[in-house]
């Protein structure tokens, strides 16, 4: 079992930035891949982007180049309990609850109905 905890959302305007956080626990080293979703109001979740260890530890990332790609950044330590998502250049149609979420095998890395594991959620709203 893994457990998720999102963190860093809230309020921000136009063109600024926030640092999203996804604490796992539990069986961490299970883990393949942290994902990362958006669902906005009466929307489908989204997928934003997914960071993937290889057998080596070393780790890869990947953006949904239709909506973030160059405005994200993901980092994580070297224990997959923390990972982070970085967006700047936040615009009004990034208003959404943002959810990390664990993969333990192999899969689309892009489909939210793959993954194990979820956390709550983390609001996220750019407003004026």
């Known amino acids: 079992q893994v457990q998720l905890v999102e963190s860093g959302g809230g309020l921000v305007e136009p063109g600024g930035s926030l640092r999203l956080s996804c604490a796992a626990s539990g069986r961490t080293d299970t883990i393949y891949a942290l994902g990362w979703f958006r669902q906005a109001p009466g929307k489908d979740r989204e997928y934003v982007a997914t960071l993937t260890w290889g057998r080596d530890g070393d780790t890869t990332s990947y953006y949904n180049d239709e909506t973030v790609l160059g405005r994200c950044a993901l980092s994580a330590d070297n224990t997959r309990q923390l990972s982070f998502l970085q967006i700047n250049d936040l615009r009004f149609e990034d208003t959404a609850v943002y959810f990390c979420?664990?993969?333990?095998?192999?899969?689309?890395?892009?489909?939210?109905?793959?993954?194990?594991?979820w956390g709550q959620g983390t609001q996220v709203t750019v407003s004026s």
């Open positions: 979420a664990a993969l333990t095998h192999f899969a689309v890395i892009t489909t939210p109905t793959v993954y194990d594991y």
